[in-house]
């Protein structure tokens, strides 16, 4: 009994001071290994790659590479630089000269893109560098991670043609699975099974910024779904889902969107977009689309688009001056309204610089006050048709009515009207034709020669239905005025 004790105590002691060394020794040192990792590398990504720190086997808690300062090169220019990235793998395949990779671990990533100015990018690689004997190209590669893991990443991204910059800082991602299989040149996004979250601290595009990004993105039987958030997005908030089908030919697109609380006046000076719109707006989108090219993408597009605001100012521009100079020129010109409720805060951004024919008078000292406005479209085959479209001074109530063809920049029977208090034009501009040059035509139910603002305000109040006729019932109510 003694001597069984004796071995049992010997026993546990031997393993003890074996787990103790496989502990110390789980991180087995393998820096001959470099060149020829190196050498593999370069093969498979088509880029110069080097390991400038050390690198090791790990064996527990499972086999993997540990790689220190690993570094991606193109034409002596730093694209890629890893400070820590560590690559789990099948140990029953470890010494096959095909691994499985199951899991993929990165700290610290770096990611430099830049755009020359002859069109070319830091990436492209030149002919007489090319590989002559790509790696595997157009062969059927399976691909099952099990986990991947990025931390504190970095994208930079320079373009010297434009002089635009992006930054994205604090780049966190979480991936509990990404399977594939296929040939990688010519992916098939039918197979691609995925599920994971990107959380981006910060975002800066030139001098515009964005805090705390989140994504969760899945990507199952032909369809990826992501969704995003933003709790700080220009004093507003913001929450979206874009789904894309691969199931149909071409892709079928889906963007829902909602904003509340949008700082117009801190969006446009952190973007630097022309416009002289201030105050806080709303925003609801629901568009689907087929295709990801701009043309076909705005041919096929469908939805809702919903824009509700309130307190807001327009430099610039004022209907009374408009309204009085309606005397002389017997020209409504109320363009710039029409640029407001079509692009609504983002300007130029989706409108490619289109002003719809509105110079803003920026040293002219006239604003109006906006106490309401609503921007309600409804979008078919790149065709929107205004369903609700007004705002509410404390003096007026403007509408639009008509269709915006998306495609090609036109207005159709657009007409801006100022109403009175059963819905009725007073004044309005019907508008057809391109938005930088439309044929314009304005009409009025009083006589412009005898138009002041007394004889004008009289028109309002004493307005009956016995000779109106509506063209609008919408949800703004008339000002308290009327």
Same mark, same amino acid.
């Given at each position: ?42 093969? %498979? ?26 570094? +991606? ?9 890893? %400070? ?41 690689i030149p002919e007489h560098a090319k590989n002559p004997h790509p790696a595997k ?5 399976? +691909?099952?991670?099990?986990? !991947? ?17 992006? !930054? ?100 446009? %000076? ?35 688009? !919903? ?53 803003? %008078? ?83 139910? +009083? ?36």
């Amino acid at each position: 009994m003694k001597k069984l004790k004796k071995i049992l105590i010997w026993f546990v002691v031997i393993l003890g001071i074996l787990i103790i060394g496989l502990y110390v020794t789980a991180s087995v040192t393998v820096s001959h290994f470099k060149p020829r990792l190196e050498n593999i590398l370069t093969d %498979e990504l088509g880029y110069q790659t080097r390991i400038n720190g050390s690198l090791a086997l790990k064996l527990l808690p499972g086999v993997s590479f540990v790689i220190n300062d690993l570094r +991606i090169i193109n034409n002596e220019t730093y694209l890629v630089r890893i %400070e820590k990235a560590e690559i789990a793998v099948d140990y029953r395949q470890l010494f096959n000269s095909d691994i499985d990779i199951t899991g993929l671990s990165l700290v610290k990533p770096q990611v430099f893109i830049e755009h020359n100015t002859d069109g070319s990018f830091n990436y492209d690689i030149p002919e007489h560098a090319k590989n002559p004997h790509p790696a595997k190209k157009g062969q059927s590669h399976q +691909i099952d991670i099990r986990h !991947i893991s990025i931390k504190n990443g970095r994208l930079i991204y320079f373009d010297n043609e434009l002089g635009d910059t992006l !930054i994205a800082k604090g780049i966190d991602v979480v991936s509990d699975e990404i399977n594939f299989s296929g040939i990688l040149d010519r992916m098939n996004m039918k197979k691609l099974r995925f599920t994971g979250s990107i959380h981006l601290g910060s975002l800066r595009i030139n001098e515009m910024r964005l805090d705390s990004i989140q994504w969760k993105i899945e990507a199952r039987s032909g369809k990826i779904s992501v969704q995003s958030r933003s709790p700080r997005f220009f004093e507003g908030k913001y929450n979206g889902v874009t789904t894309i089908d691969f199931n149909t030919k071409p892709a079928l697109v889906n963007i829902q969107s909602h904003i509340t609380g949008l700082d117009i006046g801190e969006f446009r %000076e952190a973007a630097h977009l022309t416009g002289l719109f201030y105050g806080s707006l709303n925003y609801d989108m629901n568009l689907t689309f087929r295709s990801f090219n701009w043309k076909q993408a705005m041919s096929t597009l469908d939805g809702d688009l !919903i824009i509700t605001g309130q307190k807001m100012l327009l430099q610039g521009i004022s209907l009374n001056s408009i309204i009085l100079n309606y005397k002389d020129s017997k020209a409504f010109d109320v363009a710039g309204f029409a640029a407001l409720f079509i692009t609504g805060p983002f300007g130029t951004v989706f409108t490619k610089d289109i002003r719809f024919g509105y110079q803003p %008078e920026n040293n002219s000292g006239v604003s109006e006050d906006i106490s309401r406005i609503v921007s309600n479209w409804t979008i078919h085959n790149g065709v929107a048709r205004a369903r609700d479209v007004a705002l509410v001074t404390d003096r007026y109530r403007l509408t639009m009515t008509g269709q915006i063809n998306l495609i090609g920049g036109n207005y159709n029977d657009v007409k801006i009207a100022l109403i009175n208090k059963f819905g009725c034009p007073v004044i309005s501009l019907q508008m057809n034709g391109p938005f930088l040059s439309p044929e314009k035509e304005s009409s009025s139910s +009083i006589s412009p020669s005898n138009i002041s603002m007394v004889e004008f305000w009289k028109d309002l109040a004493n307005s009956t239905r016995k000779y109106c006729k509506p063209v609008y019932s919408g949800s703004l109510k008339p000002p308290v005025a009327h």
